[in-house]
């Protein structure tokens, strides 16, 4: 079965083939647009033992070791 000529949408009759070409418009347009981050990602320069909050209990600290000391 192929494709109608035309389709009646309210009431108007519209060519099936300028529907098909808008939707590869839109499709398009969807697949070129760009997420914008919400803010900037910044790197983490902590030591590895420091990154998360469990380790940071963990290990001794610069602190700690001076508490130590007197």
Do not use: H
């Given at each position: ?7 009646e949408i309210d009431g108007k009759r519209v060519l ?55």
């Open positions: 079965m192929s494709y109608p000529t035309f389709i099936w083939r300028e529907i098909v070409q808008r939707r590869r418009e839109q499709l398009k347009a969807a697949a070129k647009a760009a997420q914008p981050a919400l803010f900037e990602l910044k790197d983490d320069t902590r030591p590895a033992c420091e990154r998360a909050a469990a380790r940071r209990y963990l290990e001794p600290s610069l602190s700690t070791l001076l508490d130590a000391e007197g």
